[in-house]
């Protein structure tokens, strides 16, 4: 099958088609992973020692991603939130008081 | 047949090949710290069961969201930020750690979001459950802060000062005294092994200045000042979150430790100076038993400040927890829960700050309190990688330290909050409950009976709060 995306690192080891499974401990997919330290989506597949200087764009992009999503997250809790509250607020204070209105209803202990 | 099996033991040893004995060592390090993590969740469903015990009927769903959604802003900020804020800013602002370069360079590499080790990765198995263990301290810290302001703070504020204290500031002031390597440590010997004042003392003082900003609930004072008590709506469920607090404690005390089990002795504190795990699981016992005994005589009996005592208590011998003999912890805890008492009646009639669950004295207070304990009963002990004597000034040096980093930070963050009107929700939300208006549902099943709620004057009787209350809206409304 084509993949889509190909997201895994170039270390891991890809073999065309099926191959058929043995008896052998060897049948088991780490003989692929053997050159792989880092093996992630987009990650880069580095060997041991290259941490934190092994980043590739594509996974920069994707940190980075999740750093804006992240602080929109925020951004849109704030916005979401004082709009509920300040059309709560509103609502209330259209509706034509009298001297007979019972207090706003509270739910008590 | 003791001799049998150490004879067994041996002969495994000696057929294993080292790489393999060092192997299962890093495994087993991995495997301890998931467990630490999957325990520690204890604390934050402890955290949101006392809480939504503390509060009024009418804040529940809120209270319990707030705690939930901690997990939400916390996880991501601290994955971004936090981690990099611990790895790289050990040697301070300027850095005055040359000794230590090496060692830091090391921890920063890996705190860097795109780090290589800090996704999935074949040979490193620690960094990602460390990191998560730490995640875990970072939830609890902002949990700390979230009782004080219950029933009256929005929750995007609170989930935007969350963020701040458990991804920024907790973990900067624990990069500079809560590492190995950082210049409070290798400099002045500053030792707070459990963190009494890095994560609680810290997460105190920048929850009072949040408070001097969002204000008390409304009615929490007469027109004279005087505090009146809002009862909370299932004291039983406080109780029984304090204890789920307690159990997660244990697990957070543990991974406080750094095991390396193929090393003389197999442990060591966060400074990399030896203990072992049952030195600190014994004075968290000790640190309980001590802290309820306090509170309870303190507080008369009072069932809140009993069991708040317990964890005042162990927070106060948390910095020397690896050292302490027991008796000593035992006797610290005692004493320090019932300053505590003091100091939160104190916080709350004196200094008229509306804390709902007294978080500012029971973990800062006692987070401080316990970083001085260090200085007066452990002094002499080599913390971290320079071997430094701890010392009564490296604690005053680390309390000196903390208070204004905690304090000025929630303070200024908060003010920020207050003068954009996005702090506090608006008196008519408050007076109607915050579950109403923001969750559109009272928690409770139809079928229990609502009933009417009451407070308890400054003068001890017991009133209908509804015309209490809705008095003091009508005051908060004119002004």
Same mark, same amino acid.
């Not at chain 2, 998931?34 to 402890?46: A, E, R």
């Not at chain 2, 290589?116 to 459950?129: C, E, K, M, R």
């Not at chain 2, 929005?154 to 500031?169: D, E, H």
């Not at chain 2, 600190?280 to 809140?304: K, L």
């Given at each position: 099958?084509?993949?889509?995306?190909?997201?895994?690192?170039?270390?891991?080891?890809?073999?065309?088609?099926?191959?058929?499974?043995?008896?052998?401990?060897?049948? *088991?997919?780490?003989?692929?992973?053997?050159?792989?330290?880092?093996?992630? +989506?987009?990650? $880069?597949?580095?060997?041991?020692?290259?941490?934190?200087?092994?980043?590739?764009?594509?996974?920069?992009?994707?940190?980075?991603?999740?750093?804006?999503? +992240?602080?929109?997250?925020?951004?849109?809790?704030?916005?979401?939130?004082?709009?509920?509250?300040?059309?709560?607020?509103?609502?209330?204070?259209?509706?034509?008081?009298?001297?007979?209105?019972?207090?706003?209803?509270?739910?008590?202990? | 047949?003791?001799?049998?099996?150490?004879?067994?033991?041996?002969?495994?040893?000696?057929?294993? $090949?080292?790489?393999? #004995?060092?192997?299962?060592?890093? *495994?087993?390090?991995? @495997?301890?710290?998931?467990?630490?993590?999957?325990?520690?969740?204890?604390?934050? =469903?402890?955290?949101?069961?006392?809480?939504? /015990?503390?509060?009024?009927?009418?804040?529940?769903?809120?209270? &319990?969201?707030?705690?939930?959604?901690?997990?939400?802003?916390?996880?991501?900020?601290?994955?971004?930020?936090?981690?990099?804020?611990? /790895?790289?800013? @050990?040697?301070?602002? $300027?850095?005055? +750690?040359?000794?230590?370069?090496?060692?830091?360079?090391?921890?920063?590499?890996?705190?860097?979001?795109?780090?290589?080790?800090?996704?999935?990765?074949?040979?490193?198995?620690?960094?990602?459950?460390?990191?998560?263990?730490?995640?875990?301290?970072?939830?609890?810290? &902002?949990?700390?802060?979230?009782?004080?302001?219950?029933?009256?703070?929005?929750?995007?504020?609170?989930?935007?000062?969350?963020?701040?204290?458990?991804?920024?500031?907790?973990?900067?002031?624990?990069?500079?005294?809560?590492?190995? !390597?950082?210049?409070?440590?290798?400099?002045?010997?500053?030792?707070?092994?459990?963190?009494?004042?890095?994560?609680?003392?810290?997460?105190?003082?920048?929850? #009072?200045?949040?408070?001097?900003?969002?204000?008390?609930?409304?009615?929490?004072?007469?027109?004279?000042?005087?505090?009146?008590?809002?009862?909370?709506?299932?004291?039983?469920?406080?109780?029984?979150?304090?204890?789920?607090?307690?159990?997660?404690?244990?697990?957070?005390?543990?991974?406080?430790?750094?095991?390396?089990?193929?090393?003389?002795?197999?442990?060591?504190?966060?400074?990399?100076?030896?203990?072992?795990?049952?030195?600190?699981?014994?004075?968290?016992?000790?640190?309980?038993?001590?802290?309820?005994?306090? !509170?309870?005589?303190?507080?008369?009996?009072?069932?809140?400040?009993?069991?708040?005592?317990?964890?005042?208590?162990?927070?106060? =011998?948390?910095?020397?927890?690896?050292?302490?003999?027991?008796?000593? !912890?035992?006797?610290?805890?005692?004493?320090?829960?019932?300053?505590?008492?003091?100091?939160?009646?104190?916080?709350?009639?004196?200094?008229?700050?509306?804390?709902?669950?007294?978080?500012?004295?029971?973990?800062?207070?006692?987070?401080?309190?316990?970083?001085?304990?260090?200085?007066?009963?452990?002094?002499?002990?080599?913390?971290?990688?320079?071997?430094?004597?701890?010392?009564?000034?490296?604690?005053?040096?680390?309390?000196?330290?903390?208070?204004?980093?905690?304090?000025?930070?929630?303070?200024?963050?908060?003010?920020? #909050?207050?003068?954009?009107?996005?702090?506090?929700?608006?008196?008519?939300?408050?007076?109607?409950?915050?579950?109403?208006?923001?969750?559109?549902?009272?928690?409770?099943?139809?079928?229990?009976?609502?009933?009417?709620?009451?407070?308890?004057?400054?003068?001890?009787?017991?009133?209908? &709060?509804?015309?209490?209350?809705?008095? &003091?809206?009508?005051?908060? *409304?004119?002004?």
């Amino acid at each position: 099958m084509p993949l889509l995306i190909d997201s895994a690192p170039d270390c891991i080891v890809h073999r065309e088609g099926a191959t058929p499974a043995d008896d052998s401990l060897d049948f *088991i997919l780490q003989d692929r992973y053997a050159d792989c330290a880092g093996f992630g +989506t987009f990650m $880069p597949g580095s060997t041991y020692g290259e941490d934190g200087s092994s980043a590739e764009t594509l996974y920069y992009i994707l940190t980075w991603l999740g750093i804006v999503v +992240t602080v929109l997250v925020l951004i849109a809790w704030i916005v979401y939130e004082n709009r509920q509250l300040v059309g709560h607020v509103t609502r209330l204070s259209r509706r034509p008081a009298g001297p007979d209105d019972p207090p706003p209803p509270q739910p008590g202990i | 047949m003791l001799d049998f099996v150490i004879a067994q033991v041996d002969n495994l040893q000696d057929a294993a $090949p080292l790489e393999g #004995l060092t192997r299962d060592s890093i *495994i087993l390090g991995e @495997q301890y710290y998931f467990f630490t993590v999957v325990l520690m969740w204890l604390i934050h =469903v402890g955290f949101m069961t006392y809480e939504a /015990g503390v509060v009024r009927r009418k804040n529940v769903m809120a209270t &319990a969201m707030k705690n939930i959604l901690t997990i939400a802003v916390v996880t991501p900020t601290f994955y971004y930020i936090g981690w990099w804020v611990y /790895g790289c800013n @050990q040697p301070g602002f $300027p850095p005055i +750690t040359p000794n230590s370069t090496d060692f830091s360079v090391l921890q920063c590499q890996s705190g860097i979001p795109w780090a290589d080790s800090f996704g999935p990765n074949l040979t490193n198995n620690i960094n990602l459950v460390f990191f998560l263990a730490f995640l875990l301290f970072s939830w609890t810290t &902002a949990s700390i802060m979230s009782g004080a302001l219950l029933e009256r703070v929005r929750l995007s504020a609170y989930l935007v000062l969350a963020c701040l204290l458990g991804s920024v500031v907790w973990i900067l002031d624990a990069a500079w005294g809560w590492s190995a !390597g950082g210049w409070m440590t290798v400099r002045f010997g500053f030792h707070d092994s459990i963190a009494s004042g890095v994560v609680h003392g810290v997460a105190g003082a920048f929850t #009072l200045g949040v408070l001097f900003n969002l204000g008390p609930r409304i009615g929490k004072y007469t027109r004279d000042g005087l505090a009146r008590a809002f009862r909370p709506h299932d004291l039983h469920r406080t109780l029984l979150g304090l204890m789920l607090i307690f159990t997660g404690f244990y697990a957070f005390y543990a991974a406080c430790l750094v095991i390396s089990s193929t090393a003389f002795p197999g442990w060591a504190n966060i400074y990399l100076s030896p203990t072992t795990l049952g030195t600190i699981a014994m004075i968290i016992t000790f640190g309980f038993a001590g802290g309820f005994t306090g !509170g309870y005589f303190a507080s008369r009996g009072d069932p809140f400040w009993t069991v708040s005592g317990g964890l005042a208590g162990v927070i106060s =011998v948390s910095a020397g927890a690896d050292v302490y003999a027991p008796t000593l !912890g035992y006797l610290i805890a005692m004493a320090s829960a019932a300053m505590v008492v003091y100091a939160g009646n104190w916080i709350e009639k004196k200094m008229r700050v509306d804390d709902v669950v007294g978080a500012v004295a029971v973990h800062g207070v006692a987070g401080f309190l316990g970083v001085l304990w260090v200085g007066v009963f452990a002094a002499g002990y080599p913390t971290g990688i320079n071997n430094v004597d701890s010392s009564l000034w490296g604690q005053l040096l680390g309390i000196a330290t903390f208070l204004p980093l905690g304090f000025l930070t929630g303070w200024f963050a908060s003010w920020v #909050l207050k003068k954009l009107n996005l702090l506090r929700v608006p008196p008519e939300v408050e007076l109607e409950g915050l579950d109403v208006v923001e969750y559109h549902q009272d928690l409770y099943l139809p079928e229990v009976a609502v009933v009417s709620e009451r407070l308890i004057e400054p003068d001890g009787t017991i009133v209908e &709060a509804d015309a209490v209350i809705a008095e &003091a809206h009508s005051e908060v *409304i004119r002004r």
